[in-house]
């Protein structure tokens, strides 16, 4: 069985995104994968990058540089607990479920700090260990959201233009970045204006998609896929 | 004198990024303008989302959306403290300056959170109040921040891409989408690289910047800047 790490980050359990998180984990669950979730708010994530991620002495402790000493505490072990603990689901994982509404064109802010946090160098990635020789190659990722705005605003031409367009940050800039291979988005358009029955739809379809998910090839993940 | 609200995200005072919030305090008193700062590590700034930003009763407790929650909360002056603080701030400038080191793509956590909290629907947007319309439209913003990454990885056909690509969900969705107009970005490219004497003309350069920006037009925030 595969292992996934679905990080999750809503309110409350009973909106659209905790019901595709609850189904993913059945549906994984039962095709035998070991399923961990890191429920972001549950565990009042800490989304800030300061000092309070090195246990102990600084490397540099005239000038704080965040990248220098997360970068040099992974090296001697002495991140925080936080950290080691997530950076250990990664590790483990074969794929990276992020489930989230959309907000402002990107993830919520809990969530970016953990990307913030967690995906330290020399951990997720080392120059010149990068883009598809990241040093987490091998692994997979999939970003399944919500959006407050429809389907139209979010078309080519569209007044908020094409989804892919603001997808590159998150799938190229952070994902590609650390060698993760990244599979098409899953994408729940305005739920909140669509009838409960609509919303049954979406969770159904996500299921179904879960079923043949490691069947399905990456995206080719370069400016062509995003903005062509 | 024009009101100006610098938003600054960076732990490190001694950093090229304090450095270039001092330098915009100085540059734009002496010009007679008045200047906030919102730091936001000093001020431990809280990034996440969450119930404790309205206060008292909510509207439907069975169920909590924060979109919905923030949007009745503000309508009825019920949001918490700091973020009443921070958009009478936002109210009041003429100008917004966003000072970060480019973390993932993105700004960092603490500033996302910002964005996610301060920005709520009924103050910044209300739907149709959107884009050109957006409630906070007669202001301008500015990014200026400092990468990781060099220029020639940022160029097109580089292996980070056009850095307008990264552009789009920070000034088009979100400032655009508050209906504010956007000033071409002030980017230091990878200043851990290079020299202390280039470091000082960075600052230099953008010192000279601030001196004749009230006579900038702002960029034209559609696909065609960030894409073609």
Chains 1, 2 share one sequence.
Not at 40 to 68: C, K, W
Not at 72 to 82: M, Q, V
Not at 111 to 129: C, I, S, T
Not at 191 to 206: D, F, G, N, Q, T
Request: aromatic letters at 14%; hydrophobic letters at 40%.
């Amino acid at each position: 069985g595969k292992n996934v790490l679905i990080v999750y980050a809503h309110q409350e359990p009973k909106s659209l995104n905790g019901s595709l998180k609850r189904v993913a984990v059945e549906e994984l669950s039962k095709q035998g994968c070991s399923v961990t979730v890191s429920d972001l708010y549950a565990m009042q994530f800490e989304p800030r990058a300061t000092r309070n991620d090195i246990v102990g002495f600084l490397h540099n402790s005239s000038e704080f540089n965040y990248g220098v000493e997360a970068w040099e505490a992974y090296k001697r072990g002495s991140l925080s607990k936080d950290l080691i603990e997530e950076q250990k689901k990664v590790q483990e994982a074969d794929l990276l479920i992020f489930q989230f509404p959309l907000y402002w064109f990107s993830m919520p802010a809990i969530m970016k700090g953990w990307m913030d946090r967690v995906l330290v160098q020399g951990f997720a990635h080392e120059f010149p260990n990068c883009y598809d020789s990241g040093l987490l190659k091998n692994k997979l990722a999939l970003f399944s959201f919500t959006t407050g705005g429809s389907e139209e605003m979010y078309a080519k031409g569209g007044i908020s233009g094409d989804i892919r367009y603001l997808l590159w940050p998150m799938q190229h800039g952070i994902m590609h970045f650390c060698g993760v291979k990244v599979l098409a988005p899953h994408i729940c358009f305005a739920p909140e204006y669509v009838s409960e029955e609509k919303r049954k739809e979406m969770l159904i379809a996500w299921a179904q998609r879960l079923k043949t998910l490691w069947k399905e090839e990456p995206i080719n993940c370069s400016p062509d896929w995003y903005f062509k």
